[in-house]
C-alpha cells in the first residue's frame, strides 16, 4: 500500500488548489481515503473523509462548504479541492487509509499514510 500526496503550494487567502493523493497496492472503492493536515506544536486534524464503500463525503466544520474531496478510481487518485482559503489553512497535509469507513472527517481506521505536501495560504 502506498500514498503519493501532492499538490500543495503557495497562495493568497481566497486563492484555491486541489491536492491530489495516488494510491497503489489497494483498490480506492474498498478503502476509505483521508486528507489530514498538521501543524507544528498541534495535533494532526482529520479535515475530510471520502468513503470506500459509496465514495460519500464528509468534512470537518473547520472546511465544510470550501472543501471538495473526491475520486477517480480508474486513475487511483483522490483529490482535495480547497476554495476560499485561509491563512489558518496553513499546514502540511497528509493522505491515509485503512478502512473501508470513515468516522466523521477521518477513516475509521488509518494505518497507512502518504508524505505530506505544504499548503501555504498568505493573507
Known amino acids: 500500500v502506498q500514498l503519493q500526496a501532492s499538490g500543495g503550494g503557495l497562495v493568497h487567502a481566497g486563492g484555491s488548489l486541489r491536492l491530489s493523493c495516488a494510491a497503489s497496492?489497494?483498490?480506492?472503492?474498498?478503502?476509505?481515503i483521508g486528507w489530514f493536515r498538521q501543524v507544528p506544536g498541534k495535533e494532526r486534524e482529520g479535515v475530510s473523509c471520502?468513503?470506500?464503500?459509496?465514495?460519500?463525503?464528509f468534512y470537518s466544520d473547520s472546511v465544510k462548504g470550501r472543501f471538495t474531496s473526491s475520486r477517480d478510481i480508474a486513475k487511483s487518485t483522490v483529490y482535495l479541492q480547497m476554495n476560499s482559503l485561509k491563512p489558518e489553512d496553513t499546514a502540511v497535509y497528509y493522505c491515509?487509509?485503512?478502512?473501508?469507513?470513515?468516522?466523521?472527517?477521518?477513516?475509521?481506521?488509518?494505518?497507512?499514510w502518504g508524505q505530506g505536501t505544504q499548503v501555504t495560504v498568505s493573507s
Open positions: 491515509a487509509t485503512g478502512g473501508f469507513y470513515c468516522s466523521g472527517s477521518r477513516p475509521q481506521v488509518v494505518d497507512h
Open positions: 497496492g489497494f483498490t480506492l472503492d474498498y478503502y476509505a
Open positions: 471520502i468513503s470506500g464503500v459509496d465514495g460519500r463525503s
